[in-house]
Every structure is written in structure tokens, then in C-alpha cells.
């Protein structure tokens, strides 16, 4: 039985809201986290900010390993599922974030990426027998208007906000300079796949298995903390932040509500289209010369 952390007597009963099931691990009812284990949660999200926003290594390692030491005395369910983001976040620190085009670049993207998903993917199914990690392509429920208005929203939201932030900013000079048709080509790839890819780790790994522990929002902020640092190496700086940190808790929010992935990969993708137009263009002037917030 869990004692109470920071209390007496027994925890309090937290109640997963109806239609959270998936996301929560598939339980109705749970004990709610003592302060210890908020604490524990926040030291392995907030590593982030000092592994890939700050970039001091090791040091960053410190907060990491002692978030997973502290969630195990908290609870030990809690202590292997902040484990498993723990082995992804290590494993996604291993190279520079730095949009790198070059074949070697984009080979390491590819093996460390897909080793950051599927290593605590097995790790969580294969050795703790935890299903709570899963990537539902398929719910059999259709959009309604309100998905398909929103895709629309957040198309034309990209269309008026990524040309003026990535130009006026030059952020957009954080990413190789593109040129070629080759070089074009390998832009549009790894912007796709890294898209993908986030949605893969970010929302359906660390926001899935934080919401087994915690309420919506403080899962999603603290997913959000690990989405944005990421997202600061990767390139998205200046003042991207106030892009970037609203973008990804919508998405955990929006994962939350329809428990489908292919939504939000397609909510990404278009946002990431835009993205891709806009960097083209920073480089190309004459090449997608269609924003009208675009700086002159």
C-alpha cells in the first residue's frame, strides 16, 4: 500500500476524468501523487531545459537521475515510467540537434530518434508489462467539423505567424542553407520526419506516461518543457518560445481529447509544411514567394 508523501495517514483518491482511460494507463481510479512525486516528475522534465535548451552536459544529468531516483521513493510505478523518458531523453541527447542535411547527419537523426521511441517503447512493454504506451493510428471515430475546422485554423495560424517569426527573427538561418534540388528535398524530409517524430515521443511516450501519474495539465506543461527545450536546439529560437510552448500544449490537449495520433500528426505536418515553405524561401527569396506577413 502507498503511504503519503509529505503527510499522514493515507493518500487522497484522484479520479481520471471519463475518456482519459487511454492516455492515463487504463485506470479509473489512482492515488494521487504526494509532493515528492510532483517533485520527482519536475526534475526529469526540467533536465530538459539544461540537456538541450542550456546544453550544459553533464551536469544536466544530475536532475535526470535524481527525478528517477526520487519518483521510485515516491512510488515505484511512477519511479520506472519517469525511467523509461529518462532512457529517451539520454538517448536523444547523445548527438547535436542542429538541423544537420548531410548524410551523416541524417543518418545519426535516424538511428537516435528511432532508438529514443522504440528502446523505451520495448522497455516499458517487454520489461515493466506496461501498455500504456501506444500509438493509435486507428480509433474508428471520424472526424467531426470541429477537427476539420481546426486543421484549417491551424493552416492559415502557419500561413500568418511562421513567415514574420522565422524571417523578421532569422531563425530560419538556424537551419541549412538550402539551394539545390537535392538539398530541398532532404529539408522536406527530416522537417517531416522530425514532425512525425515528435508527436511519436513527446505526446504518445512522455505526456502518456505522465498522465498515469498526474492531472492533465501538469502532465501537459511538463510535456511541454520537453517538447519546447527540444525544440530550442533544434532551431526553433529567439523568441520561437511563444510558439513553440502554446503549439505543443495544444497538442498534448488535443491528443488528450481524441486519443488519435494520425490527427495530431496531421495537425504537425501542416504546421511543418509551412514551416518548410518558409525556410525555403528564407534562402530562396524567389522561391515560395506567397507570404503576405513575410518581411520586405
Known sequence: MDAAVGGRGREPRATVAPGDDEVAGGVGERPALGWLGHLAAALVCGSAV??????????????LVAGVALGWLARRELGRDLLVVAVGMGIVSSISLEADLSDRGMAAFTVVLSSAVLVPYALSRGLFRDRTIVFPLRTGRRWGRVQWTYLVVVLAAGYLILPWYFLSSGAYLNWPHVTTS????RLFVGVNAVGIWDELFF?????ALLRKHLPLWPANLLQATVFVSFLWELGYREWGPLLTVPFALVQGL???ITKSLTYVVTVHLLFDAVVFM?????HNPELFDIFVTAPR
Not at 182 to 185: A, M, Q, T, V, W
Open 278 to 282: 518558409v525556410l525555403v524561401h528564407g
Open 203 to 207: 505526446v504518445c511516450t512522455v505526456f
Open 182 to 185: 537535392d538539398e530541398i528535398l
Open 50 to 63: 539544461l540537456l538541450f535548451a542550456v546544453h550544459v552536459r553533464p551536469l544536466a544529468y544530475l536532475p
Open 254 to 256: 488535443t491528443f488528450s
